[in-house]
Each structure stands twice: as C-alpha cells, then as structure tokens.
C-alpha cells in the first residue's frame, strides 16, 4: 500500500458528495479524488457541472504533461470521481456543499438534503463566513454539522479551517479531521464566528485596499505591489480579490458587517459597483485586472 493509500485506508470504501461544481467545489472534488475516495460532483446548474468536471480533467492533464504525475495515475484519479444528483446523498458519507455565499439558499439546501442523506452522514459547509451553527440547525442535525472551510486554489493550498459550531459533536469533528487529513490537507480547528479566523483578518484587508483605490491614493499595481515588496505577499490584496471573486468577496463582508454590527466591516461601494456590473474578477474575465 503506498502512504497515500495508507493515510486515507479509513475513507477507501466511504464516500464523498460535493454540492457546487463552481471554483471551490471543483478544487474539492479534486482531491478528494486524488485521495482516492469515491467522490461524486453536483450542481444545480448543469453547465456549471459540466464546466467544473472539464476543469478538473484539464487539471489533471496538465499534471500528467509536466511529468508531475504520470498518465495512469490521471486516469486512475478519475475512475474514482463521478458526476451526481442530490440524490446520491442518500448512500455518502459526508457531504460537502461549495455553493452561492447566502444564509438563505445554503439553508435551503442543508433543509434538502436532510430529508435524502442517511443518520449517519456528516454535513459540512465550506462557507467562507456564515454561522456554522446556523447552518447546523437548518440542517435539523447541528450535531453532525461542521464547517470545512478551503482555500482557493484548493489542489494547492495546504490550510482547511475547521469550524465547530456550537453543537457540532466530539465524533462529527474528529471524523472531519481525519478526512482533511486522510485528503493530504492540513486541519486548523476554530470556533464559530463570522469569518472565523482567515477571513475575519482578510477580508478587512481586501476592502481597505478597494477603499485605497477608490479613494485615489494609488494605482491598482502601486497597491499591489505595496504588499507584494513590502510584505512579501505572494499577490497583492486587489489581485487576490479578483482571485476569489467579487461577488463571493462582497458576500462575506456583508456577513461580517451584519453578524458583527461594525461599520468597519461595510463593504466599500467600488466594490458593489463592480459586482452589479458583472465585474467578478477572473472567473468573469475581469475585476480590477483584466483576465
Ligand atoms: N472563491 C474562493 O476563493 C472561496 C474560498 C473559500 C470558500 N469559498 C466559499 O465556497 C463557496 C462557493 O464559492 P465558489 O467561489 O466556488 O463559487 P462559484 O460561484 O465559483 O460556484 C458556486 C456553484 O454553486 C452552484 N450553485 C448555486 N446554488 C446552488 C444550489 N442551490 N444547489 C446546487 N448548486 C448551486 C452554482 O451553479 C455554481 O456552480 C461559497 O460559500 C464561498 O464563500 C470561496
């Protein structure tokens, strides 16, 4: 058995619904794949489906041709992902919802797939900064509820914040664990509260920048490249915005600016121009750069 196989032996015969093909739920899919484990892919949208599993594919024959991994190793990823319904909730294990950044539709769905999944089967949601334990009691099963919070690019980055909500069990959270582990990630358990640790402190950061710019202080590039030289940032903070997307960006200071009551949490109105102008970064061609 190799380490890979080793590390995820548990997780070898469960399985994986991932809900929403988009950005994150594509990169998650991914690897849990990669991890070898049955990974079955959804989306509302059918396009989007098809979009993020191509993506995925893509993904893997770029590996194969720059010698990172070889060819039968890609096709054997993809023998273990599959495209779904909501319906395979019925017979997964965990189920993982990447979907639209809204307390009202992520509760919508969880009420859903309550009514599909088996007792045992453990909810997590990879929202960026909505309340867990919310969602856990839409969800009608707080107790088996977790956020599993991702970084984008998914295949690369090592983090996945765990959130306990206030009523997430013991068990629900060690199985959590134990599965980011077994996906070759690296699990930082946290508390629920808007934004939990990463975006409380990110987000912040991104609408100053977009409030700098608005304001004239400096180019889009000067801002960048303050914290790409200065701090030593791998990409300045408007960069990395376009990188999560505008839309998902306003999303979650708008949570923060609600769940928290602060006005230093109000989204700067660039932003929101943006967003209503279909402005989303590079998933939409273009955001403060052009893609
Ligand atoms: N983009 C990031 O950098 C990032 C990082 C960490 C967490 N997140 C969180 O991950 C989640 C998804 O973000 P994303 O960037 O992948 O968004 P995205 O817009 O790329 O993809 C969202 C997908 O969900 C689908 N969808 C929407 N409503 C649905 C429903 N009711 N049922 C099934 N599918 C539905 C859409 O068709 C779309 O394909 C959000 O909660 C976001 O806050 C995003």
């Known amino acids: 058995m190799s380490e890979a196989e080793t590390k995820n032996e548990p997780w070898m015969n469960r399985r994986v619904l991932v809900v929403g093909a988009g950005t994150m739920g594509g990169g998650i899919a ?7 484990i049955q990974t079955i892919l959804s989306d509302a949208d059918p396009a989007s489906l098809e979009r993020g599993l191509n993506a995925i594919g893509s993904r893997w024959e770029r590996l ?46 969880f009420a859903e797939l309550a009514s599909i999944a088996g007792p045992s089967a453990i909810f997590a949601s990879n929202t960026s900064s909505i309340s867990i334990s ?13 956020g599993m919070h991702f970084f984008n690019p998914v295949p690369v980055l090592p983090l996945v914040e765990i959130v306990r909500g206030l009523e997430t069990s013991d068990q629900s959270l060690a199985t959590s664990v134990a599965f980011v582990t077994a996906i070759g990630k690296t699990p930082i358990v946290v508390d629920d509260a808007p934004g939990f640790v990463a975006n409380r402190v990110l987000l912040p950061m991104i609408n100053e920048a977009i409030f700098t710019l608005q304001d004239g ?48 949490y109000r989204p700067a109105p660039l932003l929101r121009r943006m967003v209503d102008a279909g402005k989303l970064g590079r998933k939409s061609g273009e955001g403060f750069y052009t893609y």
């Open 30 to 36: 991914q690897v849990a794949a990669q991890a070898r």
């Open 217 to 264: 202080i400096a180019a889009r590039q000067s801002i960048d490249d303050v914290f790409k030289l200065g701090m030593s940032h791998p990409m300045g903070p408007l960069a990395l915005a376009d990188l999560i997307g505008l839309d998902v960006c306003l999303d979650i200071l708008e949570t923060l600016h609600h769940d928290f009551g602060e006005d230093k």
């Open 134 to 146: 919310a969602l856990g009691t839409a969800s009608g099963r707080p107790d088996r509820f977790v």
């Open 64 to 109: 194969a041709a720059s010698g990172n991994r070889n060819p039968e190793e890609s096709a054997e990823f993809a023998s273990f992902l599959r495209s779904g319904t909501l319906a395979d909730a019925a017979t997964a294990d965990l189920i993982i919802e990447a979907i639209v950044e809204k307390r009202e539709v992520k509760s919508a769905l």
